[in-house]
């Protein structure tokens, strides 16, 4: 059972341009979590996604990210005209179906962008 | 909103016990969750408390009080691969969703 994958692992982007970040969650997992880490410091939520429903985007800023979790394929985190302040490691997680068992999020390996 | 407390950095002698300690404020709260995070790797789960007390895992033990709002992780015989950021994340459930909050972390430099 593969776990969660995120590709690219490392993106680098000239200031200005668009970068998309990829999230396939493990195998039977509906629910996708997006954070982003700057050096140094700690997790911080983005957006939740169920298939095709964007559940809880308080974390996004309201310029230039958007995210989406179609029925078919993976998820993506888009960043238009992207800054250096952009830069920082992205990681993804998911979790099973509902439920208020002890389902933790699993982690993807993370998309380190870098923006020149 | 939630508020999540942990030290920013602690350091231990190898061989040696840990505490590190998490205070929360939160309302609807529905477990909360320790990860283990080397640096420049992903985050990996290392316990999980929705009850009050102690929960024991090998060398790692997450203990939880709900009432006073405070949860740590105990880290015993410690050796070196145990250095790493230990991430306190509560679970809460608000507007008909479960949501996750993770706290800043602790960084845990373990030394001989």
Not at chain 1, 43 to 57: P, R, S
Not at chain 1, 81 to 100: E, I, W
Not at chain 2, 94 to 103: D, E, P
Request: hydrophobic content about 30%; glycine content about 10%.
């Amino acid at each position: 059972n593969a776990g969660v994958m995120q590709n690219p692992r490392h993106l680098v982007r000239r200031r200005g341009q668009e970068a998309r970040l990829r999230c396939s969650p493990m195998k039977g997992h509906s629910h996708v979590y997006w954070y982003r880490q700057l050096p140094e410091e700690g997790l911080k939520f983005m957006v939740y996604l169920q298939k095709e429903n964007i559940i809880d985007e308080s974390g996004m800023p309201k310029e230039r990210f958007s995210a989406e979790f179609p029925k078919e394929g993976p998820s993506i985190l888009r960043i238009q005209q992207v800054v250096r302040g952009d830069s920082a490691a992205y990681f993804c997680a998911s979790s099973p179906n509902a439920g208020t068992s002890s389902h933790e999020q699993y982690f993807g390996p993370g998309t380190r962008l870098t923006v020149t | 909103g939630q508020n999540i407390d942990q030290p920013t950095e602690m350091t231990a002698t190898e061989g040696a016990i840990v505490q590190i300690n998490c205070t929360y404020q939160t309302s609807g709260f529905n477990g909360l969750f320790w990860y283990q995070q080397h640096a420049g790797e992903a985050p990996t789960f290392l316990s999980y408390n929705v009850l009050d007390g102690l929960e024991e895992k090998g060398r790692f033990s997450s203990f939880l009080s709900r009432s006073k709002g405070y949860s740590y992780l105990l880290l015993k015989e410690l050796q070196m691969k145990d250095s790493a950021s230990y991430l306190c994340a509560v679970r809460s459930y608000s507007g008909g969703y479960q949501k996750v909050t993770f706290g800043t972390g602790t960084k845990l430099q373990v030394i001989p």
